[in-house]
């Protein structure tokens, strides 16, 4: 599920580390302030942007049985994309995962793209940019060379300066049950999301899916709503789900 590079293996796989770039007060997707004044959650924004570590996580298994099928068919979808696709998707139809933290104001993006690792054929990953796209197969088109073009040994580059964007990484090695990402500063109020390896599961294959948030922007009802919208476009509409609503 990480996106593979001609070449790759997992052998002799080292534990590395990277710095991003922290991202610019602003983004080319739009966007607008939050009033924060009439905000029904300003009390848990002042009192959680003041945490040393303000971030909460939450691991689940999502069925994944019909894409996992139609992915191992003759001329099927990519898993690693559609996967991706629907994490995209799900995270630009909850608005809490589009909220970035400004300084004391809280930012919401109109829409934001996601960022993958992927995997280089020495064994290195890189970063990758991915737009959302209104149907998979648009999103495919664009998402495919982009990673090709990822996987090229080269200089690292982060992909994302600025934070319109959600984090996505997967570990197809392992069937994790829980996961935790680096954390840049207080400031870094940007989602990370995680997919393990897929396994079967009494008949049934399980994903299990990691979702990392700032709690001064987003709350436990939101990580469900992600969750929940996320397993539905997994679990069969991502063939004509949208990335905004």
Not at 43 to 65: I, M, Q, W
Not at 95 to 124: M, S, Y
């Given at each position: 599920?990480l996106?593979w590079?001609?070449?790759s ?8 580390s990277?710095?991003?770039?922290e ?19 300003k009390?848990h924004?002042?009192?959680y942007?003041?945490f ?6 939450v691991?689940?298994?999502?069925d ?5 099928h ?9 898993f690693?994309?559609?996967s991706?696709?629907?994490?995209l998707g799900?995270?630009n139809?909850?608005?809490a995962?589009r909220?970035r ?13 996601i ?7 020495d064994?290195?990953?890189a ?12 999103f495919?088109k ?15 580059e ?7 964007v ?14 935790s ?7 870094d109020s ?10 079967e ?10 979702v ?12 469900a709503r992600?969750l929940d919208?996320?397993?539905?476009t ?5 063939r ?5 609503r």
């Amino acid at each position: 599920m990480l996106g593979w590079c001609k070449g790759s293996t997992l052998s002799s796989l080292r534990p590395g580390s990277l710095r991003r770039k922290e991202p610019e007060p602003t983004s080319s997707s739009g966007g607008r302030y939050l009033e924060l004044e009439t905000w029904k959650r300003k009390e848990h924004f002042e009192l959680y942007r003041g945490f040393a570590n303000p971030f909460f996580g939450v691991c689940v298994e999502l069925d994944v049985s019909d894409l996992w099928h139609r992915t191992r068919a003759p001329g099927g979808p990519s898993f690693f994309l559609a996967s991706v696709f629907s994490a995209l998707g799900a995270a630009n139809a909850v608005e809490a995962f589009r909220a970035r933290i400004r300084g004391d104001r809280v930012w919401i993006h109109d829409q934001v793209a996601i960022t993958p690792t992927v995997l280089r054929a020495d064994q290195t990953f890189a970063f990758v940019r991915l737009e959302p796209a209104a149907t998979y197969s648009e999103f495919e088109k664009r998402g495919a060379p982009a990673v090709r073009e990822a996987c090229r040994i080269k200089p690292l580059e982060a992909s994302h300066p600025t934070d319109d964007v959600v984090y996505q990484t997967t570990l197809p090695w392992v069937r994790f049950t829980s996961f935790s990402n680096a954390l840049k500063g207080a400031d870094d109020s940007v989602p990370r999301v995680a997919f393990g390896k897929c396994s079967e599961d009494g008949g049934r294959w399980k994903l299990p899916v990691s979702v990392e948030v700032h709690h001064a922007v987003v709350d436990g009802i939101d990580v469900a709503r992600f969750l929940d919208e996320l397993e539905r476009t997994l679990h069969g509409s991502w063939r004509r789900a949208r990335t905004r609503r």
